[in-house]
Structures are given as C-alpha cells and as structure tokens.
C-alpha cells in the first residue's frame, strides 16, 4: 500500500505554512480531527463528569468511555480498563512504580536502559526506596569504523537475568538511535530466562514513545506488561496513554488514588487526578486519522504504509551522511547506519576530529536561515549519551533530524541543503 503523502499532510494546518517539522520524535504536529474534537469539548461538554444531567452525560461518555475505548485500539489491548492517562509518559510510569511499591523487595533487581529517563528514572527512584537492585542493558558497538553506531543487543540482557530479576524496562525504539528493538524477541527471551533463573515474578515496561509515530503496538502480541506512549507524539494533544495488563492490575498494582473509589482491577487506580478532559477526548482523533491514511480500515495496513514511506526518508539523509566525503569531515552517525525497516526515520549525528564542530553550531544555521526546525542535546536519554565511547558534552549532545511520515522527500533535500553548508 503506497501513503498519499498530500493527503496525509492535508490534515495538519501549519504544513500549509512550508515551514518543514524535523523535530518530531519532539512532538508531532496534531491532526485536524485531534483539535476538533478538543474544541468541541470546550465548547460543548465542558462540565464535571458523573453528574445525571444530560450534558454531564455527554461529557463523562466522551472521557471514560470513548478516550479509554480508542486509546486501547492503539495498544492492541484486551480491555479499555487496561488503559489509563497521564499528563506525560513520564508521569504514568512514575505512577505505575508508586502502584508497584508494596510488591518490591530488598534485592529485588530491575533491568533498565540508558534510553530515555522516563522508562529509567521511575524504576531507579522506586530501587532507591525499597532497596532493589539496578542493572544496566547497555547499548554497545555495532561498526569497527564507527564507536558511536551502538544498538541494544538481546545476548547482552540475558546474562543480567537472575533468580532476583523482577522489572525489566527498556525502549521499543531509541530517540536518540532510531533503531526499532524486536519487542517480541526481546520479552520472549526474557521471560524464559527467567523461567530457567527460577525468577519467581517479573514485569516488563517498554517506552513505546518513540516506536508509536511509526509501528503499529500490540501489547497482546509482545505478552508485555505495561506499555506506555505520548499522543502529542503521535498526532495528538499533550498526554499520555499507559497500558497495564489486566491480570497485572489485580495482582501487582495497589491504588495510588482516593481511598473510597472503587478501582481495583481498572487501570484508572493509577491516576491519582483527571488529566485535562478536553485532551483525553481529543485523543479519540489520532484512530480516526490513521485509518484515514489507507482504505483497509486497519491500524496495522496504516502504519505499514507508514513504515515503507518513512524508508523513502531515511534513505537520501542517511546517504548524504554516511557519504565517505561527510566520514572524512569527521560526521558519525550515532547509531545504525544501515537503510531498512528496523530503523525509524529519527538520524542523530555528531561531528568529531580535528575539524569538529559543536551540535548546537550546526543546529544555529538552521535556525538563522529559518524555515526548518531541527534540535541539538541529549533528548533525556542523558546517560546514553554521557556514555558514549568516545565522549562527547552531553548537553551539546548530538544534532537530531526527527521525521514522521507527513514528511516529503523535498523536504529532506532542504536539510540536505543546508547541512552541506553547514559542513563545508
């Protein structure tokens, strides 16, 4: 199935501007159906929920019912009550080790990755106060030419399973690598070491962040269980969607909300305050603008359409930059340099040797010459990018070229463009 590109872009206003958006694994522009319905709560439905009048009605349906019911169709999940918001991703998984807390024991270890601290910060924090153990699934060199290409690899995690293992938490795709993780593999691999350990519970969390712009999740495939995304990332407004499975919810989870509510086995235990009304009911119109992208009326055809579109992209950029005349000017790709599906169109790059140059540098041309918006740093994944091998400040960080599927390939020879002058 080939995208209609134009069609696609059709749906987000500010495209019409020409301004050209390469700071998406940032946020995502918001589809027109996302920001009408948000209007149309505002100005429509906006009262308190659970009330018996008629609009109350209305407006308790469109937050309970029909956010969690679209939100679970972009997890694959089971059951609505296995969804719960959030203001961010962040929040939710800090949510979630509060809900875990009771279960935890001393030595208990939790696997983590230096990816994004959302999916890191919340389980070490949670170690911290129960007295667990943290272990590191680092990422690690794939090229002899290059230090910086590194991935995350599954014979490097299994030897850090044990008979104490209890949470293993890593990304679906890297922010700053793009690189897509086999989930699948990854948990089905896991989960028989452990067996083999004698593990006696473990629990796996994947940041789907950065995966869900470009894949298509299915939590009930990957038997994984908490998952967790931004809509703001994914063609929708600020907030966040987490996934727990159902029988994790009754067995696992404690309420971290009022004591009077009755919520044992909804995910809804874990969210201590509403998130903004109007946003949970804009969220029902990132479903309906990815069907729209493909006639099959499936998730799964539209993000595969996605995904062979999004190669289009990668491809010119990560040619111009991997070109030997850019390796000898000293531009390194951190992370694969390789052109297939198991790599989103997120390129991160740093310029070493002895012309190098600063990320923010090559990121303030952009800026002066306007029109196009990219970003330099280390994306929250700070220890990633502290501990590359060859080291780089990790606030300079790397240059981030971050494309999504609304993206044309005329776009991508702008950048080019300006990052030939950027490098002369």
Known sequence: MTLNVAKARSHFPALDSGYIFADNAGGSQAAKEVVDRISDYLLNTNVQLGADYSVSVVSTKRVLVDGPTEAAKLFNAQSPDEVVFGSSSTLNLENLARGLEPTIQAGDEFIVTGEHEANVGPWKKLAARRGAVIKHWKAT???????????????????????????????????????????????KAVRAKAQEAGAKKVEISVDCVAY???????????????????????????????????????????PIVHHFLKVESVAYKLQPGGPGYETVYGTTGVVDYLLSLTPENSLKASFDAIAVHEQT????????????TQKERGVRIVGEETVDLNRAPTISFVVVGQRALKSKAIVRLFDQKGGIGIRYGHFYAYTLVDELALKIDPDDGVVRISLVHYNTVEEVEKIIEILKEALA
């Open 212 to 254: 869900a712009p470009h894949r298509f999740i299915d939590v009930q495939d990957w038997d994984v269980d908490f998952c967790v995304f931004s809509f703001y990332k994914v063609y929708g407004p600020h907030i966040s969607g987490l996934y727990v499975r159902g029988s994790v919810l009754k067995e696992s989870v404690t």
């Open 141 to 187: 060199p794939i090229s002899a030419d290059n230090p910086y290409s590194i991935k995350l690899k599954i014979e490097e995690l299994l030897p850090l399973i044990s008979s104490r293992t209890r949470i293993v938490a890593f990304t679906a795709c890297s922010n700053i690598l793009g690189s897509i993780v086999p989930v699948k593999e990854v948990i």
């Open 313 to 324: 992209l990668l491809k010119p950029l990560l040619e111009f930059l991997t070109d030997p």
